[in-house]
């Protein structure tokens, strides 16, 4: 996946991988860093899509702050929910 990033970015992209096991399954995190273009993008978009993951966007740095509020009120929100069934 190293190499097919690399060669498709035309070495415009970082990535780090990192292998580790979760029970008797071996999986991996990788991370593919590269600057904002819709060219790039939708090259690594299929080629990330063909290995079958998960795929996560990182929003601006602008926007970090907004997203931890809103997850934040969700995990609140979910917390009240679960309290309530609870009861």
């Not at 399954?25 to 993008?41: E, F, L, P, T």
Request: aromatic share 10%; charged share 30%.
């Amino acid at each position: 996946m190293t190499r097919l990033l690399f060669r498709t970015t035309r070495g415009k992209a970082l990535t780090y991988f990192h292998p580790f096991d979760q029970g008797d399954v071996k999986k991996a995190v990788y991370m593919v860093v590269y600057q904002d273009g819709s060219m790039i993008r939708d090259r690594v978009q299929k080629i990330c899509d063909s290995f079958m993951g998960q795929r996560f966007e990182v929003p601006a740095l602008s926007m970090i702050k907004q997203e931890v509020d809103s997850e934040k009120q969700k995990k609140k929100n979910s917390k009240a929910l679960l309290n309530m069934s609870e009861k």
